[in-house]
Structure formats: structure tokens, C-alpha cells
């Protein structure tokens, strides 16, 4: 015979404004490992007790790298008993199906949670409304919207990949007052301030992976590292687009490829040699096809990744691999930092020979912030 249980306590009297300071709380701590837990979505949970002396939060945590344990059974182990009779707060579905750990939904309806506060059902079509099914047949009250707009933000990467098959694609672009991306030559130029490109390594930090392509390898040599401080072990995986396998060995990226993840993209027919000395290195090596224009075939490109768990691309690389992205109707982000310094009229344009005004107001975005940060000026535009 089962031990007796206590009877469950009804739901507690909470007001929109108690969901929304909670629902806050939950996307902050889901923010924090935006980056880190691909192919899973950075998920905040918060687990809050009401007694006495009104609404305390007893349990909060993230998701974990690499995507697991899950978000809701770290935050249920911190509140401990406390959990029972208690308001979860979550920023995605908790999950109803077995994976690489148990579902979500079965951890909560254990703990005794009496009320559940989600911010959107998961797209992911093994859950699907299937985790809120689950919490209610076992008499667990549940809400769902709260917070929804942002957390489809912080999300995106997770649903663009679950109903797109693709990574979400943020294009950054540094340009200078005159439209330009870099000194003649091609020779790299100091565009922005240190509050841009401090923002710039935050969006990095972010990012599951970041791409450039060969064209910018071989011009300024980066390292494409998040140098933030404090966010030094944030660097994402560093993709570079090389059709043809022209990858420096002595580049930075090449030479410090054991530290921090380097995927070569290449054509199908790129020589067999030539990946070889990259993979000796330490370098991995992918194909994709070319396209009709005897590129590489971005949306083939983009599939792939999202096939390898990448859900949040960043693209940081050259005006040639900027206009193809936009031009293929493939960005969902477009992150425009502009300078006031002038670069003049031999410099090289910020997107490859195309009308700067064009590609700077695309059709189809929304304007979603406009900041300023010193003398630079970030706009970030989100596709309808």
C-alpha cells in the first residue's frame, strides 16, 4: 500500500504582475547559458514558495551545458521539499517524452508542484502542447504566455531548428559612416569603439557557433574567441566557409583549433590532401554542395549544422558572405553596428559592391532595438 500523502494544496493567489516578475527571473537565468547547451534550448526554471511571508523563490537554475540535466529538475532538486504545493516558472514546455534524461513534466508532477507558469508551448514536435497535456491530467493548473514575447527571442535558435531545420541566423556587421567594412587591400580597420565591440563579444558568448568565410580568414587572421571578460570560456564553435580548402595552416584559427572547435565547410569536390593536413590539426571537416553560382549552397549549409545540434548562428564574416545571406532570404537577425568614422572612398563596401542603403534596411524587418554605445550606433532588426 502506497504511504499516506498529504492532500495537495490548492493553487496559490498569484496577479499578473507576481507572473511577470517571476517570468522575468526565469528568462534572466535561462539567458545566462544561451551558448552553452546546444542542441538543446538554454531553458530557465524557478520554482517559487508561497508562505508566510509571501512569494520566495526556492529553487532556480538553467539548463546545463551541453543541453542536460534539463533546466526544471536542477531548479525542483535546489527547493527540496519546499517544491511541494509550490509555482514553477519556465520558460519553455517542460518536456513529456524520454530522451537522454526522463521528462520534465513527470519530474514536476513528482515534486508536487501545484501550478505551472510556462512562457510558450515547445514547437519540438515530441512535445507540442504534450508536457502542458500531461500537468493537467494530473491536476496540475497550468498558464501558458507569460513572458512569451521575449522568450521567443531567447528561444529562437531552439525554434527555428525544431520547425525550420536550420540554426537561427544573426549577420553582425560593423560599417563605417561612409559604408565601409575594412581599408583597402583587403586590410582589417578599426571601425567601432570598446562599448561595441564589448557588445559584439556578448552576442558571441551567446552564439553556438560563429562563421566567417575564407575571404576574411585570410585578410585579418582572426581568432574569433569571445574576449569578454569573464566570458573567456564562451568562445562558440568557429565555422569558416572554404569551398575550396584554402585554409592557412599557420592561421590563428588553425593553431588553435584544440582549443576552441574549428569546422571547415567545403565543397564536395575540395581535395582529399588538403583536408587531410587540416584534420591532422585538429580542424573537422565538412562538405556541402555547391550551388548553380559554383558557391557553396547556403541553405544545404545551414541544414547540416542544424543537423549537427547548432541552433544559434552568428555571422561576423565579409561583405561577400554578408550580401549572400541576405540576398538567399537567409537571416532572421541582422545586428548593425555603425561608426562615425570614415574609412574613404577606396575602402572596401560593407556588402560587396551592393547598395549599402538596401542592405541596411532589408525588406521584411522590424526594427527591434536602437542604442547607442559611445559614439557607435547598434540597430538590430528582426524579420517578420
Known amino acids: 500500500m502506497a504511504p499516506h500523502q498529504p492532500p495537495m494544496p490548492l493553487a496559490p493567489v498569484t496577479s499578473p504582475e507576481e507572473d511577470e516578475r517571476f517570468m522575468v527571473e526565469a528568462l534572466n537565468v535561462g539567458r545566462s547559458n544561451l551558448g552553452r547547451t546546444w542542441p538543446n ?6 520554482v517559487v514558495h508561497h508562505g508566510p ?24 532538486a535546489q527547493a527540496g521539499d519546499a517544491a511541494r504545493g509550490s509555482t514553477l516558472y519556465v520558460t519553455l514546455e517542460p518536456c513529456s517524452h524520454h530522451g537522454r534524461t526522463p521528462p520534465c513534466a513527470d519530474a514536476v508532477i513528482a515534486a ?28 496540475v493548473w497550468v498558464t501558458v504566455g507569460v513572458g512569451a514575447e521575449q522568450a521567443l527571442y531567447d528561444h529562437a535558435g531552439h525554434i527555428c531548428r525544431v520547425t525550420r531545420g536550420r540554426p537561427h541566423v544573426l549577420l553582425k556587421m560593423a560599417i563605417s559612416a561612409d559604408g565601409k567594412a575594412g581599408l583597402p587591400g583587403p586590410r582589417p580597420a578599426v571601425i567601432t569603439g570598446p562599448q561595441a565591440r564589448a557588445r559584439g563579444h556578448e552576442m558571441r558568448a551567446h552564439a553556438d557557433a560563429i562563421l566567417v568565410g ?60 588538403r583536408e587531410a593536413r587540416l584534420v591532422e590539426r585538429g580542424v573537422e571537416v565538412l562538405r556541402a554542395p555547391r550551388g548553380k553560382d559554383g558557391r557553396l549552397y547556403l541553405p544545404a549549409m545551414l541544414k547540416l549544422l542544424g543537423l549537427l545540434g547548432i541552433t544559434r548562428l552568428m555571422v561576423e564574416g565579409g561583405p561577400t ?10 537571416v532572421d537577425e541582422l545586428a548593425l553596428f ?17 547598395p549599402a542603403q538596401h542592405m541596411l534596411s532589408p525588406v521584411g524587418f522590424a526594427e527591434a532595438e536602437r542604442t547607442m554605445l559611445g559614439a557607435d550606433q547598434l540597430v538590430r532588426l528582426w524579420r517578420r
Open 41 to 46: 534550448p538554454s531553458v530557465g526554471a524557478v
Open 53 to 76: 511571508r509571501g512569494a520566495q523563490i526556492v529553487g532556480s537554475a538553467a539548463t546545463a551545458p551541453a543541453g542536460r540535466p534539463h533546466a526544471e529538475p536542477l531548479a525542483l
Open 112 to 139: 508536487g508542484v501545484r501550478r505551472v507558469v510556462t512562457a510558450l508551448e515547445d514547437p519540438d514536435s515530441r512535445v507540442k502542447g504534450r508536457g502542458v497535456a500531461r500537468l493537467r491530467a494530473a491536476g
Open 214 to 273: 575564407i575571404g576574411t580568414v585570410k585578410a585579418d587572421n582572426p581568432q574569433l574567441t569571445c574576449r569578454l571578460e569573464q566570458h573567456e570560456d564562451r568562445s562558440p564553435v568557429r565555422v569558416v566557409l572554404d569551398s575550396g580548402l584554402e585554409l592557412p595552416l599557420d592561421c590563428a584559427l588553425v593553431r588553435t583549433a584544440a582549443q576552441v572547435p574549428v569546422w571547415v565547410i567545403a565543397a564536395e569536390d575540395a581535395d582529399a590532401a
Open 321 to 330: 558572405v554578408a550580401a549572400a545571406f541576405l540576398q538567399e532570404g537567409l
Open 338 to 354: 555603425r561608426s562615425p568614422v570614415v574609412l574613404g572612398a577606396d575602402a572596401v563596401d560593407a556588402f560587396s559592391g551592393r
